[in-house]
């Protein structure tokens, strides 16, 4: 098959939860546990790290993966889903997987898949680390796609967990509360491994305590270790001062990112202890790991998406912050930068709750309202409805690339132009 074949079968042959929703889902780890048997347990023939959490899990990874990189690792990332490219979710040193290994793995195990009747993202999870195994990466930065305790990615065995926060999302499939959702994510928590919890949360840190307990898994909330100011903000990336939360001692002065929003400081404070821990199981990485790795995440691991420059006049912007606490994030972040007026260009998909994100979003602000290229994507004109019943200054377009035409043909002089809404929106126009 051709790569484009591959990836039609991929798409329309297998339940994909991007594109479907709830239809895709399993119940079980069955599936994947048959799959990797099938290919002889390539997830046992590296060393991984484990991320899960609402938001920030991507962000995580590819700082990870980046200082990994600089250390001399040969490492992997997995991720999901992808912007432009499915290769985007297999990587080893920023290298995307090769057409030809997508191609192969796919036909070399038709049947496998016929026999057992795989969803999208287990054959990709298998793919991933069929891939992993076979290119002998030194270490492989795992992101979990949904909850965590029947995520496909769940069969690792890590040398280090991560959960980065818990917040509202994909209720229908985690619980409605948050210590429900908290539950789900801590079934990454395994026996006697660390985890580290990057942002401390009252109403769900008892829920990590008593599984950490269970598991007899040693348990560190990254902010009671480290203390992280931004000393400097901007579009080309944050500087940052890093002190011991104990002794408060400066561990890192001057740190710079190129990554920007301000929600990357709660991010980075469980990298910085993720590294910690990972020298304490001998994987040595030095300071100048650290501050090579994060001045150049986008480049060594390939990182887009997260508030991404696409265009210089007029400013145009894009985030794929998309449920409740990741849009209050970017609502915050817009607000810290200078325009004269906003456009936004905005698509959803239909199981979201659109009139509270919209209720978030500003209010002076244009909106430009699209359908995401998925059957899942909320329409247009339903979504248009719900901004005019708002009260916003909204109009619908048949495309994401219209809308986004649009939005920047009306902007004048110290205008600004913000994509977002959906990864998949963001995905169209990068």
């Not at 917040?167 to 959702?181: A, C, K, M, N, R």
């Not at 007899?216 to 902010?223: D, R, S």
């Not at 998909?349 to 699209?370: G, Q, R």
Request: net charge negative.
């Amino acid at each position: 098959m051709t790569y484009q074949a591959t990836l039609d079968y991929l798409y329309s042959q297998l339940p994909m939860y991007q594109r479907v929703g709830a239809a895709a889902m399993k119940k079980d780890l069955n599936n994947i546990l048959a799959l990797c048997e099938a290919l002889n347990n390539p997830h046992q023939k590296f060393k991984s790290i484990h991320i899960a959490g609402t938001n920030g899990k991507g962000s995580t990874a590819h700082m990870l993966s980046a200082i990994l990189q600089s250390a001399g690792l040969k490492t992997g990332l997995y991720t999901s889903p992808h912007y432009k490219d499915f290769r985007e979710r297999i990587k080893i040193n920023g290298q995307l997987i090769s057409e030809a290994a997508v191609i192969d793995f796919v036909d070399q195990h038709k049947d496998l898949f016929e026999s057992i009747q795989p969803s999208f993202f287990e054959i990709t999870v298998a793919m991933a680390f069929h891939h992993f195994a076979h290119q002998q990466v030194d270490i492989a930065v795992i992101e979990t796609g949904l909850g965590g305790r029947l995520d496909s990615t769940n069969i690792l065995s890590p040398i280090l967990s991560l959960i980065t926060n818990i917040s509202y999302d994909h209720q229908q499939f985690l619980g409605d509360t948050l210590p429900e959702i908290a539950g789900e994510k801590a079934g990454i928590i395994k026996e006697n491994t660390p985890v580290i919890i990057s942002e401390r949360q009252a109403a769900v840190q008892y829920v990590f305590k008593d599984v950490a307990e269970q598991k007899n898994a040693p348990l560190y909330f990254a902010e009671d270790y480290i203390h992280i100011e931004a000393a400097e903000v901007s579009l080309s990336g944050n500087v940052y001062r890093v002190a011991d939360s104990q002794t408060e001692d400066i561990l890192f002065d001057n740190l710079q990112t190129d990554l920007y929003g301000s929600y990357q400081q709660k991010n980075l404070g469980g990298v910085l202890h993720a590294v910690k821990i990972l020298n304490e199981e001998n994987i040595s990485v030095t300071e100048l790991d650290i501050r090579q790795g994060l001045r150049q995440v986008k480049s060594l691991a390939n990182f887009m998406g997260r508030w991404q420059k696409i265009a210089d006049y007029p400013l145009t912007l894009c985030d794929s912050g998309h449920n409740a606490a990741g849009l209050k994030q970017v609502v915050e972040q817009l607000s810290q930068l200078p325009y004269r007026r906003l456009h936004m260009v905005i698509g959803m998909v239909k199981d979201k709750d659109h009139d509270k994100v919209i209720s978030m979003l500003p209010e002076d602000a244009v909106y430009h309202i699209a359908k995401p290229d998925i059957p899942r994507g909320m329409d247009a004109v339903l979504l248009l409805k719900k901004f005019k019943d708002a009260g916003r200054d909204a109009y619908a377009y048949s495309s994401v690339p219209i809308a986004l035409r649009v939005a920047q043909t009306l902007s004048e002089e110290g205008d600004l132009v913000f994509v977002g809404g959906s990864i998949f929106v963001v995905g169209e126009v990068l």
